[in-house]
């Protein structure tokens, strides 16, 4: 627990941010988020701007701006219930080296949850049975229990988590984008993140002896296969046998 | 009897006019091609089937029970299952169409209409029943020996009764258990899985941890059953001050920190579906949806009643511990709940 502490008090300051980089990050804001995040950052709010609402960016750290960023949900495309990811990783309208820029530039306003170092995304040596029982009793109920995601009110999801990058899963936590709620350091602990990035790694890699995965949600998905597909084979086949022939 | 019900069938057959359509003979019936070829169909998808089972104690022994193929559609998965599958399957489905398609094509296709025959046994047969089964009274002394008559009652009587004092083992009634939970005062509030303590500041604003007691793993040690943590779980979830519109009691929470039973008082979910953004927690199981902002009431879905707000204070340590038990049953209703 102390070690965790540490990290994250220590973190902010880790991120040693040049002053062209937080200058270069500045005007990249500038030309793509002030319009709905503010000049200063300080955030819109619908009364002031229809239709290009954000939330003030001061304090959200740089692990907000490189999640959002990062997996092209931010710059929006469009308002709605639901921030969607976006095109994959590599095809994203910024690269890391002006998300790194934006994230400094955010970092610089007041402080926040860092970028995870490479250290602290290293779960090879994770627990992976401590991993799955945390997600279960943290992350199962809107990600589902193999991580492929969930409904939740009013038109939002829980997105599946099983393609997501490593330093991605352990952003969110850490900043709670959009429905999330936020998993801080010191109540889930950077080695129990790796852990759950390690159990949803894992997940993601298992074979589906059985054959169709069907989102892997179980007894509800193969329930309506069996009834549609499996049932109206039958129905087929025996329409078939009551035909007259010909 | 008989001759009028076959008479009434063949009336009423006429009268659907199902006899007036003439029959029309099959292809193969007239046509020695057409029924060569059915005589093919039928052998070839006996000979698919033959086939298929020979695959599959190929299939048996050529694959290992751990080597996983990429199926298209479906993936990947295991090559033995999916070929001993296929082959079984293609087996009985070619045996049952041969099968059919040879009944269809080539088998009988004469339309025949078949008489009931009247289901009541005749009057003579009824009497001669009725006469054995006198017979057998008689001779077994059931009449004649009131002893045994009697005593064969008395057995037959109180046979139910073991059923009747098994229902005991559905008691002991409940008593106050739905009532209670381990909370109690200074009991501190820990992480559920890790069983970390908390401290205010670990959790941020728009924060949640899913909490249990402190004391949850000894009650689980001695007791041995999970029924402390199905009463006992609860969300702790931390906002901004100004963003509590009300909550159960005006001091309950501690600068923004709330706690909330995690059982849903519709039938009893864990419900951990928490929206930060709005403060809305969701129950997966029927979508009753709980404002934490707002007293925990219901928003939307079929619960009835508010979630119980568990009152936190913060002990000497700086740690989060509970101020007692809930103030009113956690979970489901039930019956003397009032």
Redesign the interface.
């Known amino acids: 627990m102390a070690t965790g502490a540490a990290q994250a008090e220590a973190a902010p300051a880790a991120s040693a941010a040049t002053a062209t980089q937080i200058e270069e990050g500045r005007q990249l804001y500038l030309e793509g988020c002030s319009s709905c995040h503010g000049l200063n950052a300080e955030g819109v709010s619908a009364a002031d701007k229809e239709n290009s609402n954000g939330p003030g960016l001061i304090g959200v750290g740089a692990a907000a701006v490189d999640f959002q960023v990062g997996t092209g949900r931010m710059p929006l495309a469009a308002p709605g219930p639901q921030a969607p990811a976006g095109p994959k990783y590599g095809e994203l309208p910024y690269d890391q080296e002006q998300i790194n820029a934006m994230a400094a530039y955010v970092a610089s306003l007041g402080p926040g949850p860092a970028i995870p170092t490479a250290e602290m995304l290293d779960y090879e040596d994770a627990d992976l049975a401590q991993g799955g029982e945390l997600f279960r009793a943290n992350c199962s109920q809107c990600h589902n229990f193999a991580g492929k995601g969930g409904a939740l009110t009013n038109g939002k999801y829980a997105p599946p988590v099983v393609n997501s990058e490593p330093v991605h899963i352990y952003e969110a936590m850490l900043t709670g984008p959009q429905s999330m709620p936020v998993f801080g350091e010191r109540t889930i602990l950077p080695e129990q993140k790796q852990a759950i990035i390690k159990f949803i790694k894992t997940t993601a890699e298992e074979p589906n002896p059985g054959g169709l995965a069907l989102g892997r949600i179980g007894p509800v998905a193969e329930g309506i296969v069996v009834w549609i597909v499996g049932l109206g084979a039958l129905a087929a086949v025996a329409v078939w046998i009551g035909v007259k022939s010909k | 009897m008989s001759t009028d019900s076959k008479d009434l069938a063949t009336t009423d057959g006429g009268a659907h006019g199902s006899v007036d359509i003439p029959h029309k003979p ?3 019936d007239t046509d020695i091609k057409a029924a060569r070829r059915a005589e093919r169909q039928v052998s070839a998808l006996f000979l698919i089937s033959a086939l298929s089972t020979i695959g599959f104690v190929v299939a048996y022994v050529a694959f290992p029970s751990d080597e ?1 193929i990429t ?1 298209p ?6 090559a033995s ?2 070929f001993l ?1 296929l082959a079984l399957g293609v087996a009985l489905f070619c045996i049952g169409a041969g099968a ?1 398609h040879w009944a ?2 080539l088998m009988p ?1 004469v339309e025949e209409v078949g008489a009931r025959t009247p289901i009541g046994a005749t009057p003579d047969e009824t009497a001669a029943a009725a006469e054995l089964f006198e017979e057998g009274a008689d001779a077994s002394g059931f009449v004649s020996r009131p002893i045994i008559r009697r005593s064969l009652l008395t057995a037959l009587v109180l046979l139910p009764i073991p059923a009747v004092v098994l229902l005991r083992d559905l008691g002991p009634l409940p008593g106050t258990k739905l009532r209670e939970t381990i909370w109690a005062d200074g009991v501190r509030v820990v ?4 069983y ?1 303590p ?2 205010l ?10 909490a249990v007691p402190e004391n949850l793993p000894e009650v689980e040690e001695e007791t041995g059953t999970l029924n402390a943590r199905a009463k006992a779980a609860v969300i702790v ?1 931390r906002m901004l001050p100004s963003e509590i519109r009300s909550q159960q009691n005006d001091d309950w929470s501690v600068d923004g920190v709330i706690a909330y039973s995690k059982i849903c008082t519709h039938v009893g979910c ?9 403060h ?1 927690l ?1 129950c ?1 199981c029927h ?1 009753s ?1 709980f404002d934490l902002a707002d007293s925990g009431n219901v928003v ?1 879905g079929p619960a009835a009643r508010q979630l119980p707000q568990l009152a936190i204070a913060v002990d000497e340590d700086g740690y989060l511990v509970a101020r007692g038990d809930f103030a009113e049953p956690v979970g489901p209703s039930f019956w003397e709940r009032g």
């Open positions: 099959r292809r193969a996983i199926v559609v479906i993936g990947p998965t295991n299952n999916f599958g059919i269809k094509k296709d992480s559920d899985v890790s970390l908390i401290r500041s670990d959790i941020p604003v728009g924060g949640m941890v899913s979830v864990p419900i951990g579906l928490y929206e930060q953004q709005t809305h969701l997966p979508q949806t939307f």
